[in-house]
């Protein structure tokens, strides 16, 4: 009976992980989280202040919304579309009782208008794309935060550098 309650868990989870790598394809943006060390240095970066409103495009397991509502109480609103790393932002936010928002969602149909700050840590042919819809529909002054790569069509308001080797880490943008 154990044993074959441990394979059909054993099953649901293989299934779950397959159609996660099928949607990662789909979507050529692939689950890589940012460095715990570094999710500081994003949220510093953002300069956040009390009831500002956070995105997360493609927010994998939410831990930048959860640090950013930890360390400014600011509740955000993440989309993610890999099914297990979506559960892993779920399960996450109801252990950590967070009141950030973690949608199951393409962020291409999420709406930004309310949004402060955005983050996004996507690919350089992703980051185009989204670049015309945050041009749209952000109000002014909405602040994009990129990390890795730069959004090639924006003009950066500021660019942060690793201390070690000068290259760029954290580009910050301004509608
Ligand atoms: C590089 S990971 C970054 C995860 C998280 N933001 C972090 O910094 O730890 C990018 C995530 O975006 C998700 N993603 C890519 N395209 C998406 C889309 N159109 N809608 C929702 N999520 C998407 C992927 O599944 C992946 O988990």
């Known amino acids: 009976m154990a044993k074959d309650l441990f394979l059909f868990f054993a099953f649901i989870f293989s299934i779950g992980l397959l159609i996660t790598a099928l949607v990662s394809i789909f979507l050529k943006v692939p689950y890589v989280p940012t460095r715990r060390k570094f999710v500081e240095k994003l949220i510093t970066a953002a300069k956040l202040t009390k009831g500002q409103k956070v995105y997360d495009l493609g ?59 955005i983050f996004c840590y996507l690919t350089p042919e992703i980051l185009k794309k989204i670049a015309e819809k945050l041009m749209r529909e952000c109000k002014k002054g909405t602040k994009i935060i990129t990390h890795t790569f730069a959004i090639k069509s924006f003009t950066p308001q500021n660019i942060i550098t690793d201390k070690k080797n000068g290259c760029p880490i954290i580009y910050i943008y301004k509608i």
Do not use: W
Request: aromatic share 8%; proline share 2%.
């Open 59 to 117: 927010c994998g397991d939410g831990r930048i919304l959860f640090a950013a509502e930890k360390i400014t109480g600011c509740a955000g609103e993440g989309y993610e579309m890999a099914p297990m790393v979506y559960l892993l932002a779920i399960i996450k936010k109801i252990l950590g009782r967070k009141k950030s928002k973690i949608c199951c969602k393409n962020f291409f149909k999420a709406d930004g208008s309310s949004a402060d700050v």
